[in-house]
């Protein structure tokens, strides 16, 4: 087959569009950087959740029950507890989770309230008070105030 004009031309537009290909992979790391942006990592906040659990003793489901206001996905819900356990937060034992102690969560400097139209993480509950965990990894909430103590593991 002799090479015609049109051949030609697809060929141009052909290499043409491989740089632009170049062009979308360099979006797509910044695409990446943006899902990394403003919001908190859910495996940092869910690991210092954890971190922070006031009762010595937990089974698997307790501890779910706090992991689940961060995230209902169970690849992201297992990658917690492995961290957490990885970092020396918490033991686990045939279905136990215990922790390890450590930081407390203070209600006097670690939970804030906030005014407003908030919807409970945790129940899904209408609020217009929102508690608030202030983590290092960012705030998590907000919280209806009988959750709030649940998920601090105060109840
Ligand atoms: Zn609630």
Do not use: W
């Amino acid at each position: 087959m002799v090479p015609t004009r049109p051949a030609l031309a697809q060929l141009l537009i052909s290499s043409a569009s491989d740089s632009e290909g170049m062009a979308d992979d360099l979006g797509e790391q910044s695409a990446e950087d943006e899902k990394r942006g403003p919001d908190p990592d859910p495996v940092e906040l869910g690991v210092e959740l954890l971190s922070k659990l006031e009762h010595p003793e937990l089974t698997v489901a307790e501890a779910v029950d706090r992991i689940e206001t961060v995230t209902t996905h169970p690849a992201t819900t297992r990658k917690i507890l492995d961290e957490a356990e990885k970092r020396g937060y918490i033991e686990r034992e045939e279905g136990i989770i215990k922790t390890t102690g450590g930081g407390y969560v203070s209600y006097q400097s670690e939970v804030v309230t906030k005014e407003g139209d908030f919807s409970c993480r945790r129940c899904g509950a209408s609020i217009s008070t929102g508690y608030f965990i202030k983590l290092d990894a960012g705030e998590h909430g907000a919280f209806g105030p009988e959750c709030i103590r649940k998920v601090t593991g105060r109840d």
